[in-house]
């Protein structure tokens, strides 16, 4: 069997989408291993999780930083830990164009919507106000235009009469940690092959 894929998740919070992305890989026909979680910020809750779980992390604040400077400071953590894929969680910085063409076809990222609506923030009120029969969330290949690269994974879930942009948000959240391993299981493989 191929060696699994390298995979750096990055984090900015709870990192509930990092643990489901490390539970998967437990398994032992899992394609991809992650082997560093870094975070821009050091008390992002998440990186004790990744601690416990045994994985190498590393965090930095991006504060006072200019981005490219401080996306250079990341991109040496993730080479030096020999990183081939690099998959977004709840990240909340924008990345800069040097960055993301160093990894080009190689970053993922999951998105609270039903891409292409509803790019950017507060996406669960802006679909209850749109009057949505549907949410849901999408995994895509992170390009320079924000939440718009391609989309590579869906799962839609109903918007249901009362529903709060936190009720919907936690009936996504639970298709995303489903689909999320999944879909960088599948890149993993398309890499294993390439
Ligand atoms: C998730 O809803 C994800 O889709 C969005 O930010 C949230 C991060 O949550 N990009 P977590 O840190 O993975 O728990």
């Known amino acids: 069997m191929a060696e699994p894929v390298r995979v750096g998740v990055l984090i900015s919070g709870r990192g509930s989408n990092m643990a489901a992305l490390i539970e998967a890989s437990r398994a032992t026909d899992c394609p991809y291993r992650v082997v560093l979680v870094a975070a821009n910020d050091p008390d992002a ?5 990744a601690r416990n779980a045994g994985i190498q ?16 400071l990341i991109d040496a953590e993730l080479r030096g830990a ?3 894929l690099v998959a977004l969680a ?5 990345l800069s164009e040097g960055f993301i063409a160093g990894w080009a076809g190689r970053i993922i990222n999951i998105h609270p919507s039903l ?9 669960h009120q802006r679909a209850i106000d749109a009057g949505d029969a549907e949410g849901g969330c999408s995994v895509h290949i992170v390009t320079p235009e924000l939440d718009d690269g391609p989309v590579v994974a869906q799962a839609r879930v109903p ?5 709060t942009p936190e009720t919907l948000a936690a009936r996504v959240l639970v298709e995303e940690h489903r689909i999320y391993p999944l879909a960088l299981a599948e890149m993993a493989r398309s890499l294993q092959r390439a």
């Open 45 to 49: 809750p998440g990186l004790a999780i």
């Open 57 to 72: 992390t590393y965090a930095h604040s991006h504060k006072g930083m200019k981005r490219a400077d401080f996306d250079a």
């Open 82 to 84: 020999r990183v081939e």
């Open 90 to 94: 709840g990240y909340m910085r924008i």
């Open 115 to 123: 891409l292409p609506l509803y790019k950017g923030l507060d996406t």
């Open 159 to 163: 918007i249901l009469p009362g529903d």
